[in-house]
C-alpha cells in the first residue's frame, strides 16, 4: 500500500452561474404564467343560519317564501319553497337523466316557482358533503339565470 501524500484537502469552488440562470429563467416563467391566469368571481352571499328558514316578523305580515335547494351526489336536486301565512312547505326535485344534473330542467322549475311565487328573488343552496365543489358552482350559476341572489347554506334543507 502506497501512502498519500498527505494533500487531502482540496478547495472546491461552487459555480453559481448556472443555479442563478436556472432561478432567473422560473422566475420570468411564473411571471409570465401568473399573468395569463384568469380568476373567475361567484357572486353568492353566505346563509348566517344555515338553512334557509322564514325570518320572524314584528308587523304581523306572513313570513315570505324562502326557496332553498339541496343538492345530491347522484344528481338530483331537491328544491322547498316554505312561508307564507300557513308556513307550509312545498317540495320539488329535479331528477339526474343518465346520472346527469339536468340543469335544463333545474331553470324551467326555478320559473314555474318565479311565477307561482313572484315575492321569491334568492335562494339557499346546500350540497352533500361528497359533491363535487364544481358541480356546486355550475348549479349555482344556472341558478343565477333566474333568481339575482344565490346563497351558499351550511345545513341540509
Do not use: H
Not at 33 to 57: E, I, K, N, W
Not at 59 to 84: A, C, E, F, H, Y
Not at 120 to 147: F, G, M, W
Amino acid at each position: 500500500m502506497v501512502a498519500g501524500d498527505g494533500e487531502g484537502n482540496q478547495d472546491v469552488e461552487l459555480n453559481l452561474a448556472p443555479i442563478i440562470d436556472c432561478f432567473t429563467v422560473l422566475i420570468t416563467y411564473l411571471l409570465v404564467t401568473a399573468s395569463f391566469l384568469s380568476l373567475s368571481a361567484l357572486d353568492v352571499g353566505v346563509s348566517a343560519t344555515g338553512a334557509a328558514t322564514p325570518p320572524a316578523t314584528p308587523d304581523n305580515k306572513p313570513p315570505p317564501m324562502v326557496l332553498s335547494l339541496q343538492i345530491m351526489v347522484n344528481g338530483d336536486i331537491t328544491l322547498n319553497v316554505r312561508g307564507g301565512v300557513s308556513g307550509r312547505e312545498y317540495p320539488f326535485k329535479v331528477v339526474a337523466q343518465d346520472g346527469k344534473r339536468d340543469e335544463a330542467r333545474l331553470l324551467e322549475q326555478l320559473r314555474t316557482i318565479q311565477k307561482r311565487w313572484p315575492e321569491i328573488a334568492e335562494a339557499s343552496v346546500a350540497a352533500e358533503p361528497t359533491v363535487i365543489y364544481s358541480d356546486v358552482v355550475r348549479v349555482i350559476k344556472k341558478i343565477q339565470e333566474a333568481l339575482p341572489k344565490v346563497f351558499i347554506s351550511g345545513g341540509s334543507t
